[in-house]
């Protein structure tokens, strides 16, 4: 089951902050961000796993509270290349299998 | 830097036609995995390979198979295409833990 990701699309100015949700009714192992750019391919932001602590890289950073399965992607401070759908995927547990959701498509504008 | 390749871009087949979809990844990456992408359905799974030769249905399996006979390429197989299986597929690769690199995409349309 696909996890549920919200809002499913925002548009934000430069220099604004966003948070983007990702949340499952099924208990995880991890949770998995990738952001795609139009026309190209999904590219791997950041892993978080379940006993792990909240990740970041720069101005993008998430969290994830696995006893409500749910994790959350913060951006802040935007920047015209945060544009892009955002998927979240959801692992309960061996080989990677890998349950993305619907995406959320963001834009910045200047 | 990990490269991950698919046969085509761009690919138009008939209705009926039997199509074959190939992915190779460069990084001797145990995993790999065929997603299909549609607008507002996101990825989704159609299999995964976790060694050579062994499979696993994803989360929608109707209508596709799969081959891996060498550890490098992995191969989605339309048995009779049909209409409703015009979409972007992607494929891509991992190691046992880790992360996903995607591949171009192959968008496929069946007439």
Redesign the interface.
């Known amino acids: 089951q696909q996890p549920v990701q919200s809002p499913q699309a925002v548009i934000l100015r430069e220099g604004e902050d966003a948070v983007i949700n990702c949340s499952s009714s099924k208990a995880l192992y991890s949770v998995h961000w990738y952001r795609q750019k139009h026309g190209e391919a999904p590219v791997f932001l950041m892993i978080l796993l379940k006993g792990g602590e909240q990740k970041g890289h720069e101005k993008i950073s998430a969290s994830f509270n696995e006893k409500k399965q749910q994790s959350s992607l913060y951006l802040t401070a935007s920047q015209l290349s945060y544009s892009g759908t955002y998927f979240c995927g959801t692992e309960r547990g061996g080989y990677q299998k890998v349950t993305f959701g619907t995406g959320t498509k963001l834009q910045v504008i200047p | 830097d990990v490269k ?1 390749t698919q046969s085509s871009r761009y690919l138009v087949k008939r209705t009926g036609e039997k199509v074959f979809l190939e992915c190779v990844q460069d990084m001797d990456h145990e ?1 790999m995995f065929w ?1 299909r992408q549609d607008p ?6 159609i299999y ?1 390979s ?1 060694d050579v030769k062994m499979k ?1 249905k ?2 929608i399996p109707e209508g596709y198979s799969v081959s891996r006979e060498k550890k490098e390429r992995f191969s989605l197989i339309l048995e009779s295409a049909s209409t409703n299986q015009t979409s972007m597929y ?1 494929c891509a690769s ?1 190691p ?10 192959t968008r496929l349309l069946v007439l």
């Open positions: 991950v995993n997603y507002g359905l996101g990825l989704r799974l995964f976790y696993e994803g989360d992607l991992s046992l833990s880790g992360t996903q690199y995607f591949g171009p995409g």
